[in-house]
């Protein structure tokens, strides 16, 4: 290892003197201050102890004083309540001499001053009877107190009586719901009023009188409403419903206007004008809907106005007593305001029970629409009147609700059951003189329309049902139920049709009758949505009836023409060359042909089509049976010579002629 030289050493050696001559001094500056530190600890602690010791000498000098100071305070509170007690007994002794002049007035205008002169009554009667019962003071308070919550209750009552009024109907209904049930019946100050009155006269245990007060005025203001239902403002009870002739047209006005008799030939009617008769004839379909008995308006039956109504006040009052008396007294308040009007409500809904049931007796199945009506309109609103009715003595009132609503809809299920028996059973039916669609067929479908417009209703209805459940919520199985009940009624319909027509006599006209019944029932088949809810149910119903229309016209064919056919047949004659009997024979068919198509022309213009697409198809069938047939028969003797002396008389139709009186068929001319 090389050793470093001097130099190197020697510069080493100084850098450590310096730096042990630096550590000197700092550990030199370290000592001194250590020692000032001490010395000002030294100080510190003796002018600590100099306080401490003054401060025992002052609190020994100052607390005597704070105990006296104390006791001081203490002495003139006890002095200021004893003088505030002496006050307010004195005071206790003249509240009966400065309230008399307040309470015997009336509170109306100086209500605020009035009640705070009832609340110092009111302490005075506190203080006697809880310190010296028997003092005359007590009596004379206690008869101002009395007369001050009488003047309450009349003030109450007169401010009620002042601010309510029935309201119109009409009015009732247009409100928007939202306010029905946010909108208090009277202002905020004139409900403010009585809820402070309400509140003392509460707390005076005079609830029994106010109720009774506030129940009557609100009684009669809910009775003047309702009354006025009565005097006109409900709708009529049988309204035109504009939806059925838009919805689906009906048979020709005619059919429902009259109930034609038929006679033993095939029945005949009054004569009409014929331009009458051909617009009833070409109105194919066309329902004149106000001709059909009792088309009835949805939401028109005058106990669904006053339910409607009711419900209205009901909620009104209900908000209004909340907002005036404690919820304590809400209920026993509502039982006098609305339970007679509840009562009153039951009763008549069970009259209309009653009023339904005779309906369905006398087979007046219209007027018995209205019950899907208040089925439909009541179940949406069962709930809105459990919230209020609650208050009615319990489940009575609601139990009485509920027994209405199932009271109704087993009516309705006799209305469906029953009208579907008395198309059945309705076998003496008069028929149509021209064989046009039947009143019986037009009314049917019409009421099926009517019915359909409560399809969740009545599709609920025909479903088994449990007590417990009053949903009338459209699902598939109501759907299927609804679907299956008019192809059963269509199907009825159809089989006492084909046993009214035979009544007829006439078999073109029976024919006739039921193609145009039968073509009414598939177009009705054929409109929304019945196609899809009736032939779901039936698939065969559509392909049954156009087979029936079909066979029904070969029937008509048959029954029309068949004599024809024999008058109109080819003989073997030879042309120019025939004998005398040849041609009284071919006389003879001409005049057979000529008296029997005058006759078949008379009668069958008489008949009526509605349908124009029926009736042309008709005419056409009937063209091209006869027309091919005379023009042979026509040609081929026309130019035969068979008559020499007056042919005319013969030959009175030509071919176009015969097309032209075919053409003139089913206008329904009588």
Known sequence: MAVPPERDVAKLRRQAEDKLQADTLRCNAVHEGLQKSQEVTKKMVSVLSSFGERLSNLESVIRPVHMETMNLTRARDTMRQTMQLLQDIESFHEVSTKSETILQQSPSHQLDSYLSTMDTVRKAVIYFEDHNPAHPEKTRLTRLQNTGYRFLEHEFHQVLERHSFAIEPDKLLEMPDESVSSALVLSADVVETLHKIANWLTEADTTAEMI??????RSNVVTATLAALSDGSSPPKEQRNPRLSMA???????????????????????AAPDAARKADARSALDMETENRPGAYVRNSHPFITYTRVLLRLLRREALLAAHIVK?????????????????????????????????????????CLCVFDMIAYMSTKQTEFEKIIKYLDGNDCVDRFLGLLHNFIELAKTTLQDFQSD?????????????????????????????????????????????????FAATPESSRALGKYLASVLDTLQVNLARASRQYEHEALRAVFLMNNYDYLLRFLATAPFRDLVLKQNAQLEDRLRDDIQSQRQDYLGATWHTFRDTLALSDYHEGNITKKEKEDIKTRYTRFNDDFDRTVHEQQAFSVPNEQLRQTLRQANTDLLLPLFKRFDMHYRHSGF?????????RFTPDEVQERLSTFFEGIM
């Open 212 to 217: 009774r007060s506030m129940a009557k005025v």
């Open 248 to 270: 689906f047209p009906s048979a020709k006005g005619s059919a429902l206007k009259r109930q034609a008799s038929t006679s033993k030939k095939g029945g005949s009617a009054a």
């Open 327 to 367: 919820e304590n007294l809400v209920g026993p308040l509502l039982r006098n305001v609305l339970g007679p009007v509840m009562d009153t409500y039951i009763s008549q809904g069970e009259l209309l029970v009653g009023s339904i049931g005779r309906k369905i007796a006398a087979q007046n199945f219209f007027a």
């Open 423 to 471: 198309i059945l059973a309705d076998s003496a039916v008069r028929l149509p003189a021209d064989g046009t669609v039947h009143e019986a067929t037009s009314n049917v479908l019409g009421f099926m329309m009517q019915v359909h417009e409560y399809a969740e209703v009545v599709g609920n209805v025909l479903l088994p049902r449990r007590e417990d459940t009053l949903s």
């Open 643 to 651: 008559s020499a002396k007056n042919p005319q008389k013969y030959l």
